[in-house]
């Protein structure tokens, strides 16, 4: 097989400083489906950014079809053949499908005018040729997922991709729509396509890709036949050791309820449920983990119970107090902390320095000011203690947040979290996308405030984590509780991911654990 | 009051609406333009001061109108130009880069009319010209009508005409497209191979061709000549018409006529014992009280959103 | 953190640079006698004392707007009312002193306070519109100068208009409301101090106040000031309040230092340079003076360009512009910075502290 292109010595420098890139060397060949495999932050995304003309790299070459090119714009890499499916799809909701996919190559009208007909029928061609079915005329706002992203691809095929990138293509689709996708893409390939598959799921991996590049902290770890390369090989690959992240903790001791959720709901602009009729308990000394595939309405789940958004029916108690209509600060004065899903829209004031982000929950508090006055003093050391009790490494309690790498800005939002004496501790997804030693950090810190007897109540996407710390264990699915499991250890993994997909579903009466029945 | 109502639908007063509403609804389109590339021009206000004066200064040179009004609109397009350069290149925030462009359009009319004419404030050493009015075929005829629509001047109809074309441009239009796709996700518009900051370029430039004609009606046919700070905030009650509007042509049209009528019946209000502070108040008190109607309007579907959904 | 000092402190050099010397280039295009002017524009308010007084005297209303600006912005609350609030801010200090007769020093702290109360008053309209319906201060603070400067002119004519007078204005302010003169041989009045004390108080207030403190951070980040449980709309409402008062009070201020009755009828514009004084010293309260007698100093050396020269003084307002466009444009001189930030990681950048948020 031909190499179609190859990408040599790129290093790219991001503006506040992390490198993304370094000295990375990346090809692939005609016709092949070649994944890029790496963690969160391993600089997958912005290797294909810089291919796809979205980045420039400080340094490095790229050679397509034996010629040195320059791809300063997404529309160099167009003409070229490259063509890029995101993550977060690049469609303009209000207009229609087939407006969507012309953009940047309308037809026209009278040389002047837009001309709708040609355009329907550009796309009914284009999605004959390939055999994707889609509405033309359909606006994109009352898509599925799994169409926006057919959208997409179609989008690349009507200018001619010769190469498609798809960056992480299944995390948000259902199995069904993940399976289709996949015969989808063999399809593609087998007329000729090349194409480059970003993901850090092992098993589409294997059952998709003919080769893999492997990264890892910016750096490219090799190149590999798939079927030559073993799961746990590409895993130790992927992480630099084989630490599998194990806590070490005793069996829980919980006490009193101290979380008590009863019927909530919440049902979105639409309408439509975003969480059903949930109904649960967590203990003092408890973490109860709460699994599912993301967008399952855990999120809103956790905005409801730490004030930030309201619930359309069912009650919250902390502590035995009704807090379902209380202000975010009278649900943090119940002894709540929250570790926010987003850090950087949430967790932290990004151009605030990391002394004023490590206060705003207590900045107000009595000891920290004498009259109108702020007790600045006191204040700063506070910071400095959480600097060095949390180990953020930084230059100062001075330094701009967004200075930080990923696992230290975490460091910040845990460090002001977990030091306020928190009874009750809502995590969600405390460790995507840091660092290993942020966090095993974070889970530590974790396990020892439950065994001082916080209620945790762990929200994550990674089902290792899940696993390993939970005491009890839920499933989400489609804002209901599908499983409930009163002793995480004794969960098998195949089986969670059964209930996480909603394959299987639990009878109420097998959950009756969850309210402590 | 019987008099306050007999001038109100006389056929003068509404003569007088459509005068009073040419520049705002010019301003209004400007600034639609630019907020649905995602860009919001609120230079429009010192866009239109410093097209009136180059419209003055350019015709009382070339003793043409037509050239003045070239000249303001070219002039409303270099301002647009350079808003959208600080803005888009240098990533000047764009409302403060606006801020700017109005300070300096506030000072710099009165620094260039007083180097050009030696006048101080009011164009009174220059013989600029105004544009003609346009009596329109068989409508002139018309009775009530044709005192009220014909005999304009003629960027009163250009006005009028500009709404249909930049409905035209907006959703019949390729560029009307990319403009809406800009506006509502760059980063698709981007991933497309769009040039975004090219089309924000282009719908910052047309805003300022817009501001332009505002400018030269101003000092070409709403009056004759050029004086300090006369288009009075009319480029912020542009932005107001604008989301009024909802952002669109003829939404906006409406909403232009609106403050329009407010600005005649300030006039209109002059003649009577109402003190003539309250009455120079009330297109901006309109303003306010249409922001306030639009986010409660705006509110209250988000509350009904609620409502139903504690069904 | 100095490193980013130093990119700010480059940048407004810069600007200032780029803005003089444009205009050296007008000076040099529209006048007979480019030199002399030059020296008047330059070195004009330094050639007495009266004039470095007019610098002062010019810079104490500008630090009243700059702070009312910066305490706004700094909140991100684009509300540009400072004008307004400026203006209603003398006319209230106007009607107390013409109304009521209070004792020397407790009369024109009073009528002050009066006028950061009417000031108050005004903002607090974009401010509740913002707060509580979500309608954007931008357009309805520009709104309410316009309705605040009729208003005051309504108030003015009705109620305080000396007939006499030859020209429109109010009566004569009583004597023991007026600001003393603090410089022999000045108009240099006791404002200046109110001001520097405005300064040191908006910064407590910023830098040392829980509200300052919760002002601040949701300037930076308003859903993470919401998300750490500070009542966000009220601090949309009370930056806004606070803007109007010390613009009202900077109003006040100035009528009682500088003139012997109420004598504007039309907004006077410092609302307006207050932004571009914010601008300047990145809100930052103590850099407000600074750069308040900056543009004093601009504005004093151009009005003495003007007076013996061809060169009309409005042409401060282009220098103005240019400063306020490059102060705040971002790109400036961000090539050099990220050439530096690069060539220091690579050198020192172990590979294990790389990594991205978002891969």
């Known amino acids: ?517 | 009051m019987a008099d306050l109502l007999d001038i109100i639908f006389s056929t003068s007063f509404g003569y007088a609406v459509l005068r009073v509403t040419t520049p705002i609804l010019f301003a209004t389109l400007g600034a639609l333009i630019s907020i649905k590339a995602g860009v919001v021009n609120i230079s429009m206000e010192g866009t239109m001061l410093t097209a009136a004066l180059t419209g003055v200064v350019v015709s009382a040179f070339t003793g043409s109108g037509m050239a003045g009004v070239v000249a303001a609109v070219l002039a409303g397009m270099l301002l647009g130009l350079m808003l959208a350069y600080f803005a888009l290149n240098l990533k000047t925030d764009i409302i403060l880069a606006a801020i700017a462009i109005n300070l300096m359009a506030s000072g710099g009319t009165v620094f260039a009319l007083y180097v050009i004419s030696g006048d101080r404030g009011i164009s009174s050493s220059l013989a600029s010209k105004v544009l003609p009015k346009i009596q329109i075929p068989i409508i002139h005829q018309i009775p009530v009508v044709g005192s009220v629509l014909s005999n304009h001047n003629i960027l009163t109809y250009v006005a009028l005409l500009s709404v249909i074309v930049v409905y035209v441009l907006i959703y019949k239009t390729p560029l009307g497209l990319r403009i809406r796709a800009v506006g509502e996700n760059a980063h698709a518009a981007d991933s497309v191979g769009i040039s975004v900051i090219k089309t924000q370029y282009i719908a910052l430039i047309m805003s300022g061709a817009f501001a332009g004609f505002g400018g030269a009606f101003m000092s070409m046919g709403y009056v004759s000549w050029f004086s300090t700070n006369m288009t009075a905030g009319r480029g912020f009650i542009a932005l107001a018409a604008e989301a009024l509007g909802m952002g669109r042509p003829f939404g906006v049209l409406l909403t232009s006529l609106l403050f329009g009528t407010a600005d005649a019946l300030a006039n209109a209000l002059q003649a009577f014992r109402i003190p003539s502070e309250f009455v120079q108040m009330v297109p901006y008190v309109v303003t306010i009280l249409g922001l306030v109607i639009y986010a409660k309007r705006r509110q209250s579907m988000a509350q009904k959103h609620k409502s139903e959904d504690r069904v | 953190m100095n490193k980013k000092i130093l990119f700010e402190a480059m940048r407004t050099l810069v600007a200032i640079g780029v803005a003089l010397l444009l205009a050296f280039i007008i000076i040099f295009t529209v006048s007979e006698d480019p030199g002399y002017a030059l020296q008047r524009f330059l070195l004009g308010p330094l050639s007495s004392l009266r004039n470095f007084g007019n610098v002062l005297e010019m810079a104490i209303p500008l630090v009243f707007t700059g702070l009312a600006i910066s305490v706004m912005f700094t909140a991100k609350q684009f509300n540009l009312g400072a004008e307004g609030g400026f203006f209603i801010g003398a006319v209230g200090a106007t009607a107390l002193a013409l109304s009521f007769e209070l004792p020397p020093i407790i009369m024109p702290i009073v009528a002050i306070l009066c006028g950061g109360i009417a000031g108050g008053l005004g903002n607090a309209i974009p401010a509740l519109l913002k707060s509580k319906l979500d309608a954007s201060e931008l357009v309805s603070s520009l709104m309410m100068n316009y309705i605040l400067f009729w208003l005051g002119i309504f108030i003015i004519n009705n109620y305080f208009r000396d007939a006499q007078a030859g020209a429109m204005a109010s009566h004569r302010l009583p004597e023991q409301v007026k600001l003393i003169r603090v410089l022999e041989g000045t108009r240099v009045h006791f404002g200046i101090f109110i001001a520097l004390l405005m300064v040191i108080l908006v910064y407590l207030f910023l830098y040392r106040s829980r509200w300052g403190y919760a002002l601040r951070m949701v300037g930076l980040n308003i859903r993470f000031a919401e998300y750490s449980g500070i009542n966000t709309k009220s601090v949309v409402l009370y930056s806004q309040i606070i803007g109007g008062i010390i613009a009202g009070m900077g109003g006040a201020v100035e009528l009682l230092g500088m003139y012997t009755r109420f004598t504007w009828f039309q907004l006077p514009g410092y609302g307006w340079d207050g932004i571009i004084v914010a601008i300047m010293a990145r809100n930052n309260p103590l850099l407000i003076p600074v750069f308040a007698f900056f543009l004093g100093y601009l504005r004093i050396g151009a009005d003495l360009m003007s007076r013996v020269t061809d060169v009309p003084s409005e042409v401060v307002a282009i220098i103005q512009g240019i400063m306020i466009m490059l102060v705040t444009a971002e790109r400036l001189l961000a090539g050099w910075r990220h050439r530096m930030i690069v060539k220091e990681k690579m050198q020192n950048q172990p590979i294990d502290e790389g990594g991205v948020q978002n891969g």
């Open chain 1, 1 to 517: 097989m031909d190499e179609i292109l190859s990408m040599k010595g790129i290093t790219k420098v991001y503006p506040n400083g992390i490198v993304a890139n370094k000295e990375v060397d990346f090809s692939v060949q005609k016709g092949e489906i070649h994944a890029i495999m790496g963690e969160n932050g391993a600089g997958k995304s912005t290797l294909m950014k810089i291919l796809f003309g979205m980045e420039q790299p400080e340094e490095g070459e790229i050679h397509y079809k034996g010629k040195k090119v320059t791809l300063n714009s997404p529309s160099v890499a167009i003409d070229y053949g490259i063509g890029m499916v995101h993550q977060h799809f690049m469609l303009v909701p209000s207009l229609t499908v087939a407006e969507n996919m012309v953009l940047g190559i309308e037809p026209k009208r009278n040389n002047v005018f837009f001309d709708f007909d040609k355009a329907v029928r550009m796309v009914e061609e284009v999605s004959k040729t390939y055999n994707l079915d889609i509405d033309p005329n359909a606006v994109v706002l009352d898509l599925a997922v799994g169409k926006k992203q057919k959208i997409e691809i179609l989008k690349a095929l009507l200018r001619g991709a010769e190469i498609l990138i798809l960056d992480e293509p299944t995390a948000v689709l259902t199995p069904q729509e993940t399976k289709e996708l996949f015969e989808e893409l063999i399809n593609l390939k087998n007329k000729g396509l090349t194409i480059i598959f970003i993901s850090h799921k092992l098993k589409e991996i294997k059952q998709i890709t003919d080769r893999l590049t492997i990264l890892r902290n910016g750096r490219s770890m090799g190149v590999y036949d798939t079927k030559d390369i073993s799961e746990q090989e590409i895993s130790r690959l992927m992480v630099g050791r084989d630490v599998i992240l194990t806590v070490n903790k005793t069996d829980a001791i919980p006490g009193d309820t101290v979380l008590k959720i009863e019927d909530l709901s919440f049902y979105d602009k639409g309408n439509k449920p975003v969480v059903k009729d949930l109904s649960f308990r967590l203990r003092k000394g408890e973490i109860l983990g709460i699994a599912g595939v993301e967008g399952n309405g855990q999120g809103e789940l956790v905005e409801m119970i730490t004030g930030l958004k309201k619930a359309s029916k069912g009650k919250i108690f902390i502590n035995d107090q009704e807090a379902t209509k209380l202000s975010v600060k009278n649900i943090r004065n119940l002894k709540t902390s929250h570790i926010p899903e987003d850090r950087m829209v949430y967790g932290v004031a990004a151009e605030g320095t990391i002394g004023e982000n490590l206060i705003s929950d207590r900045y107000d508090y009595p000891v920290y000011n004498t009259g109108l006055i702020q007790r600045v003093k006191d204040l700063v050391q506070k910071s400095n203690e959480l600097i060095d009790d949390y180990s953020i490494k930084c230059d100062g309690h001075t330094q701009q947040v967004n200075m930080l790498s990923g696992g230290n800005i975490q460091k910040v939002v845990v460090a002001r979290e977990f030091s306020s004496d928190p009874e009750l501790i809502i995590a969600d997804q405390p460790t995507r996308g840091i660092d290993v030693g942020s966090t095993e950090f974070i889970r530590n810190k974790l396990v020892e405030l439950r065994d001082e007897g916080t209620a945790i109540l762990l929200v994550s996407a990674d089902l290792n984590e899940v696993m390993e710390l939970s005491d009890s264990l839920m499933v989400m699915y489609e804002g209901e509780m599908a499983a409930y499991f009163e002793d995480a250890s004794k969960v098998d993994e195949m089986e969670l991911g059964m209930y996480m997909l909603g394959l299987k579903k639990m009878e109420v009466k097998e959950m009756g654990g969850a309210l402590g029945e």
